[in-house]
């Protein structure tokens, strides 16, 4: 089955800063990798995703990028912002598509 | 539209003790799941369903069954509860592969 790494688990920018989250996967045929946010006693919420057939994919202050050879993909924050505090999940489809592994979540903390 | 609502929100149980966590969603999703979450560990899928009357296991399913009689309802069931249960449990649901999930409220579950 697939096998998902997350790094780091904990990261702490001051507000501005930018902030990268970097995860491998291990199933070549993966084609789709979103990145999920979750907020302090809340459920998480998809923020952004990527589909194999694209190499970079920007939404406003976040972006995602996507090596396939080298099977990983990183979510970037820039100017980060004290709202932006969460742990943030990355994850990968395993048994044909059906599902999602998830990476074990990166605690990002924006200090003012 | 609601999207995913779970039920109940916080439940304790005495081992040995059984339960059923209901997930319902109105948007008409063909796939959902069961995850729970405990700390360091992300989420890591019980059981999940590809359609009405279909169920299959995920990485951790022992102790638990589920059954998804209704398109709209996904339910977990826990036959005689035990300490090592004691987790947050997320239902998620998915028009189907390659697409985003989305996520219940979260049911907070201690069994003592």
């Known amino acids: 089955g697939e096998n998902v790494e997350q790094h780091p688990s904990t990261l702490s920018v001051q507000e501005g800063d930018s902030a990268v989250i970097k995860c491998t996967y291990s199933?070549?045929?993966?084609?789709?990798f979103p990145w999920y946010k979750q907020e302090l006693g809340k459920r998480p919420q998809l923020i952004i995703d990527?589909?194999?057939?694209?190499g970079e994919k920007k939404d406003q202050r976040i972006a995602v990028t996507l090596n396939k050879t080298a099977k990983h993909f990183s979510l970037h924050i820039t100017e980060t912002q004290p709202e932006d505090s969460a742990v943030y999940f990355c994850?990968?489809?395993?048994?044909?598509?059906?599902?999602?592994?998830f990476g074990t979540g990166t605690q990002l903390k924006v200090e003012l | 539209n609601a999207g995913v609502t779970q039920t109940p929100k916080f439940r304790v149980l005495k081992t040995g003790q059984s339960m059923t966590l209901l997930c319902a969603q109105d948007?008409?999703?063909?796939?959902m799941y069961w995850y729970r979450q405990d700390p360091g560990m992300g989420l890591r899928l019980i059981h999940y369903?590809?359609?009405?009357?279909?169920?299959a296991k995920g990485e951790v399913p022992d102790g638990y069954n589920v059954s998804r009689l209704k398109k709209q309802n996904f339910l977990l069931g826990l036959e005689s509860a035990a300490p090592s249960q004691t987790s947050v449990y997320f239902c998620?649901?998915?028009?189907?592969?390659?697409?985003?999930?989305?996520f219940g409220s979260g049911t907070r579950l201690t069994v003592v």
């Open positions: 998620a649901s998915s028009p189907g592969q390659v697409y985003g999930y989305t």
């Open positions: 199933d070549s045929a993966s084609n789709y």
């Open positions: 990527i589909r194999s057939n694209v």
């Open positions: 994850a990968a489809p395993t048994g044909g598509g059906n599902k999602l592994t």
């Open positions: 948007m008409n999703h063909e796939y």
């Open positions: 369903s590809v359609g009405e009357g279909t169920t």
